[in-house]
């Protein structure tokens, strides 16, 4: 996403898009060309791995600007920074912690995996059995709105058992 001192063939060619789904064991990152042609990379966490949060990199030497947001990190386990640097704010997910104890393991896993265009990626998201919601009319609600709709499709055996709208 580095467009700084490129031509538009040149950010074409060889720039994309990260956008992030930060939703917990069901979050995950999609990159994608600037055109928006082509495969969509899909990065997803594994193995009950929550996807808590994105966190910027604020000690990237590299300057922002409206060509450059800044580079970006997937936050699995980010009480920390809720407790210090972020403790001002509300995240989206819950914010845990892992200690470990000497010798003792945790592995993360992450899945790279490709959609064959951006209008499959629902498609590939189900068949890798994530849960994906479709809103109508899309998904930038609004109080205002008297009739809109969030669809949520789930993999086998897994239920919705309860739904939270903030704010109320």
Partial sequence: QLFTGRSLDEIAKECSFVDPSISGTAGWVQVVSTTGDG???LVLP???VSFEA???LQEDPTQR???FEGWYAMMF???AWKEQ????SVPWNPATSLMLSPLQEFKIAIRFTLAPSLRDIDTKLKQLHRPVADAVPGYM???SMNNATITITTPNNVRVTNVTVDPE
Avoid: I
């Avoid at 640097?85 to 001002?88: N, V």
């Fill in 39 to 41: 495969q969509v990379l």
């Fill in 85 to 88: 640097e972020w403790a001002d």
């Fill in 77 to 79: 386990f980010s009480k």
């Fill in 65 to 67: 600007g409206v060509t």
């Fill in 46 to 48: 594994d193995n009950n």
């Fill in 54 to 56: 994105w966190r910027l």
């Fill in 141 to 143: 609600l609004t109080p």
